[in-house]
């Protein structure tokens, strides 16, 4: 028989995680939306998704659109942040 091939993590931790998190991400500048760099993961009921859906259809624009607008009028910049 072969062997088997090894398996990696899906997800590993990262060795130097304060290294990790602040490192500029080197890869998101060559795909479309490199300006988003960052992404949230929220936890919503399967009947609270498919409202946001039908309502950002409804309005012609992506889930990902209209939940950014959404937060950034939510979380205004303040004096102190930086652009």
């Known amino acids: 028989m072969s062997e088997r091939p090894i398996r990696r993590d899906f ?3 990262p060795a130097d995680p304060e ?10 500048e060559r795909r479309p939306g490199a300006a988003f760099a960052a ?3 929220i936890d919503v009921t399967s009947e609270l ?8 259809f409804r309005r012609g ?7 950014r607008d959404l937060l950034a009028r ?3 910049p ?3 942040d930086q652009p």
């Open 11 to 13: 997800a590993s931790r």
């Open 19 to 28: 290294h990790w998190v602040k490192a500029a991400d080197v890869s998101t």
């Open 39 to 41: 992404r949230l993961t």
């Open 49 to 56: 998704r498919g409202r946001i859906k039908v309502a950002a």
């Open 61 to 67: 624009v992506t889930v990902a659109e209209m939940l």
């Open 74 to 76: 939510e979380f205004p």
């Open 78 to 80: 303040t004096s102190g």
